[in-house]
């Protein structure tokens, strides 16, 4: 089904029950990064399992194509090539999304420039961009902001290699000094990382592209810079959000779903959590069988993985409304990350917030109601809340889930999800 990301897409559910197989697609958060190593080479990047149908995936390819790529894009399979002198500078008016930081940086560390609008996404939080400032200082570059624009630029042939240390574990700072390490002179170490699968996964392909990077653990990752880089052909890593949605969408609705492609090794401490709080399910080869179980109450705090990170309290806290009795959750990365509630308290979910926890009161009959996603995560959780409320929900800015979800429609529906536009 082809969405518009700024159309005003609204979701209609009633009370389903999930039942069925589901593929897995890949990572968005891994896919945008990987997009954006392209511009570290003029040789032919190859990705498979690649989610074409996610509108900020597409934006993307948007911007590489405006900075001079040519991107061919099929069914799970995306082709990047180089025929001429890439553009240093975006022009784009269309929406922006936050992965332009990453953009800047690997175009600082190939051509010498790069202006790029000012990073968008899920407005969460203080998300600020000082750290990607200081990883461009110290590497040599100078940075900033001109008519809603973010510049930068080096004042040597290659940017210098450097000690960076992250103040706190940022996957995006890691993810940009990663970039900019493989292209400058010398060494780069990026103390206090986040090590996490998409970052794996980015790393795993700059490799087969001719990085020289070594991982040391949560301490620091070695960047040995080179001249260049070649083209590669790399799987995109299956997606994690993805796996968690349809599992706990599984239990809360009492349902059967297979999911295939699960990625065990990315999930283990999420999957604790779900098991001992009531989920059912059992591996089989390279799928997760989720039978249903009953949800009992429980208390999360958000952490670095291979914890529960941020991005999946929401989907946890649908879980807690569903229970009976009381759950808390803390947002350790983005206090106060609780916006969400609101629209759930629309359903008839009660909650409070004491200090920056977030307090449930399970069990209350959730019943279907006018709301409005207020995120990506955010939307996702109210389309489980509606799978379980009696009634009709309906989800406003219903295209923020798909932001961040490839084909959620047509996958929602295929399992048996009651769901309409």
């Known amino acids: 089904m082809e969405m518009n990301d700024k159309s005003s897409l609204v979701y209609k559910i009633n009370r389903s029950c999930l039942k069925g197989a589901v593929h897995l697609s890949g990572a968005k958060n891994s896919a945008l990064k990987l997009l954006t190593a392209s511009l570290l080479t003029e040789g032919a990047i190859e990705l498979y399992n690649y989610p074409t149908a996610i509108s900020e995936a597409r934006i993307h390819v948007e911007m590489l194509e405006k900075l001079g790529k040519t991107c061919l894009v099929k069914d799970g399979h995306i082709t990047i090539s180089e025929d001429k002198n890439i553009l240093n500078h ?20 190939r051509t010498g420039y790069g202006a790029v609008p000012s990073p968008g996404g899920c407005k969460i939080g203080e998300r600020k961009y000082d750290l990607h400032i200081m990883i461009l200082q110290s590497m040599g570059a100078e940075v900033w902001e001109e008519d809603g624009m973010l510049m930068a ?63 040391h653990g949560l301490e620091h990752i070695c960047i040995e810079g ?39 090794g990315h999930l283990e401490i999420p999957l604790i959590f779900l098991r001992e709080s009531g989920a059912q399910f059992y591996r089989k080869e390279h799928a997760l069988i989720v039978k249903g179980g009953k949800c009992y109450p429980l208390d999360i705090s958000t952490g670095s993985y ?11 806290a649908i879980f807690g409304f569903c229970a009976q009795g009381v759950s808390h959750i803390i947002d350790l990365r983005f206090p106060g990350r609780y916006r969400y509630a609101e629209e759930i308290a629309k359903l008839g979910g009660k909650y409070k917030i004491e200090e920056e926890m977030l307090c449930i009161f399970g069990g209350e009959k959730l019943r279907g109601a006018e709301v ?26 219903a295209w923020q889930i798909n932001r961040g979800y490839n084909c959620f429609y047509e996958k929602m529906r295929s399992l048996g999800a009651d769901l309409t536009c």
């Open 90 to 109: 975006l022009e784009w008016e269309g929406r922006s999304i936050r992965n332009t930081l990453l953009i800047l940086g690997a175009l600082v560390a």
């Open 153 to 215: 630029k080096r004042s040597k042939p290659r940017l210098t290699g450097a000690d960076i240390h992250l103040p706190m574990r940022s996957t995006g700072a890691t993810e940009n000094a990663i970039l900019c390490g493989t292209l400058a002179e010398g060494t780069t170490r990026v103390w206090n990382p986040h090590i996490r699968p998409e970052i794996l996964d980015l790393i795993s392909m700059l490799r087969a592209m001719g990085a020289r990077i070594t991982i």
């Open 226 to 264: 080179t001249e260049g880089l070649n083209g590669a052909r790399h799987t995109v890593i299956p997606d994690s959000m993805e796996a968690l949605t349809w599992a706990i969408g599984s239990v809360i609705t009492g349902g059967d779903v297979e999911i295939h492609g699960f990625p065990y």
């Open 306 to 316: 291979p914890g529960i990170n941020s991005d999946m309290q929401p989907l946890f």
């Open 372 to 397: 409005v996603a207020t995120d990506l995560r955010a939307g996702a959780a109210l389309a489980l809340a509606g799978l379980v409320a009696e009634g009709q929900t309906l989800i406003n800015d």
